[in-house]
């Protein structure tokens, strides 16, 4: 069975599809020792390098694919830093430094930002899934949160338009409710029925007048920005949260394939040298019970715990 050869490596976390592609198109990807090209096909036995690396084993194992949440700081760059580039250069680690690496794979943001951006940040190794979420982005919730400088403490997000015109479009965004804040420091929450870039959720305050220093990505898709994550940290997304992202990509979740049983007979177990060896009769020892809850006997002892004078004489 065949199967897109682009479609296969984004799988496998080596690029997305797009990048895959214009790899292609340069040269840089070769199916049996020749420039792959777009829609070429992959199939079981054929052999595929990487710009001059061999990725064939990658491509033989199912894996399931890392999704993870990062809270990033505004300011911070996302993209790896080129290379030759000096880190000193930059004070600001990237996204990309800060993450750990995964073996034969690399991450891939779903929903992009400007290091001027702040928030939830998705990041995952499937890059169908990545492009997939970008793609659809116009059918994926958002949230986002805005401080706001307001002329009286009195002021009703109501008065404000939920539209606004940004970059030669119409954006819509569906309520402004009020989520803190004191006197004519206010915090709003934005949601939109899609994806925006915060630019245009400035824009909708600006236009009216006001002045905005903050705003903040707090949801995308079912994901909510955790409020115990720190900014410049990251947590993997639970099982539940990995299905509902892959239902709005509208793709099917990879699974890792289960280890083969063993195809020992009943009764034997290998000696290591060839043939079986038939395992005793003797009755097995009974099994040690599960300690109770509230049994301390695993619990270290104290450092500092005496050791009375008749211990001590074995009496």
């Not at 307001?150 to 606004?164: G, M």
């Not at 979740?253 to 079986?276: A, L, N, T």
């Amino acid at each position: 069975m065949s199967e897109r050869l682009h479609k296969l490596l984004a799988q496998h976390g080596l690029g997305s599809r797009r990048e895959i592609e214009k790899w292609m198109l340069a040269g840089r990807v070769l199916l049996n020792g020749r420039p792959a090209q777009p829609g070429d096909r992959y199939s079981e036995g054929d052999r595929v390098a990487v710009d001059g690396q061999d990725v064939t084993s990658r491509l033989r194992m199912a894996r399931k694919a890392a999704v993870i949440a990062y809270h990033k700081p505004q300011g911070q760059p996302v993209a790896a830093r080129a290379a030759g580039e000096d880190a000193s250069e930059s004070i600001e680690e990237t996204v990309m430094e800060r993450l750990p690496a995964v073996r034969g794979s690399r991450w891939l943001v779903v929903n992009t930002m400007q290091a001027g951006d702040s928030g939830l940040l998705i990041l995952t190794t499937d890059g169908r899934l990545a492009d997939a979420l970008r793609r659809r982005s116009e059918e994926v919730p958002s949230a986002y949160v805005a401080r706001v400088l307001v002329p009286t403490p009195e002021f009703d997000p109501a008065e404000l338009s939920r539209t606004v015109r940004f970059d030669e479009q119409t954006v819509a965004f569906e309520s402004i409710e009020p989520a803190g804040g004191e006197g004519t420091n206010r915090w709003f929450r934005v949601e939109a029925a899609h994806a925006h870039r915060r630019a245009a959720v400035r824009a909708l305050f600006e236009t009216n007048g006001l002045k905005v220093s903050r705003v903040i990505q707090v949801k995308f898709a079912d994901m909510e920005l955790p409020r115990d994550l720190p900014r410049g940290k990251h947590r993997a997304l639970s099982d539940k949260e990995v299905e509902r992202l892959y239902e709005f990509a509208q793709l099917e979740q990879p699974v890792e394939p289960q280890s083969p049983r063993s195809g020992r007979r009943p009764g034997f177990k290998s000696s290591g040298r060839g043939k079986p060896r038939k395992s005793s009769n003797r009755p097995s020892r009974p099994p040690v019970p599960d300690r109770e809850a509230g049994d301390d006997s695993r619990r270290p002892r104290s450092a500092g715990r005496k050791v009375t004078g008749s211990r001590r004489s074995g009496r």
